[in-house]
């Protein structure tokens, strides 16, 4: 069963350091999110690719973060610097982007602890 | 703009008992609505899903949900909870135009006692 792929599954670093996460989406899928899940909460939405382009950036906080999808395949999310509030999980979804109630398959998430 | 309310941040049945998960939503157009789970540093994994169509939806683990737009509501139930039921459910909200933008709540943790 094709499923969404992420790593590195855990991450520890230092503030001030930086961090980067990739995502293999299923094969297809047009549309990638990345999006944060503090604990405790539910997910929060960062950023939103159709193909290599950004449709939906608004929720990152582009001073630390990005995020690219160049050949409209995998991606890559960054932050630089950490800070100690980043410590969450951060998880990669991807849907075909054929319609409007599609089913958004997620990954099983990268969790960054910051000290 | 959109939200999802998930009253009861906590939820405790025990084993062979009717699970009861609540999810009110707020959307100024006709939205989707979904529930997912989430097992323990796991990603998560749709449950079930309204559309179009029957306001009754059936899912996967036996559980189903209900849309009633007069209560706006999309409460999740099983009629006997089991210990592999123990996990994080979340409910979620995507308006039907515009952005696709999926909107979650805050997620209720479901204990099963033995």
């Known amino acids: 069963e094709a499923e969404v792929a992420q790593s590195p599954r855990y991450k520890i670093t230092e503030k001030s350091q930086a961090v980067a996460f990739w995502c293999d989406p299923i094969s297809g899928h047009a549309t990638l999110y990345w999006y944060r899940q503090i604990l405790g909460q539910g997910p929060e939405l960062l950023v939103q690719?159709?193909?290599?382009?950004?449709?939906?950036d608004s929720q990152l906080p582009k001073d630390r973060f990005s995020a690219e999808r160049l050949k409209g395949v995998d991606s890559t999310l960054k932050i630089q610097p950490a800070e100690l509030g980043d410590s969450a999980m951060y998880l990669c979804?991807?849907?075909?982007?054929?319609?409007?109630?599609?089913?958004?398959?997620f990954g099983p998430g990268t969790r960054l602890t910051v000290l | 703009a959109q939200s999802v309310t998930q009253l009861g941040s906590h939820v405790s049945v025990s084993e062979g008992a009717l699970v009861l998960l609540r999810c009110n939503y707020s959307?100024?157009?006709?939205?989707?609505l979904f529930w997912y789970v989430q097992y323990p540093n796991q990603g998560l994994q749709l449950l079930l899903k309204?559309?179009?169509?029957?306001?009754l939806v059936k899912g996967i683990n036996g559980f189903e949900a209900e849309f009633k737009k007069s209560e706006t509501s999309f409460h999740l139930t099983k009629p006997s909870a089991h210990m592999s039921d123990a996990a994080e459910y979340f409910c979620a909200v995507r308006t039907r135009r515009g952005n696709e933008k999926l909107t979650f709540g805050t997620g209720t943790r479901l204990t099963i006692i033995p």
């Open positions: 959307s100024s157009v006709p939205p989707y």
């Open positions: 979804a991807s849907s075909s982007g054929t319609g409007t109630g599609d089913e958004q398959f």
């Open positions: 690719f159709q193909d290599e382009s950004v449709v939906d």
């Open positions: 309204y559309t179009t169509g029957a306001t």
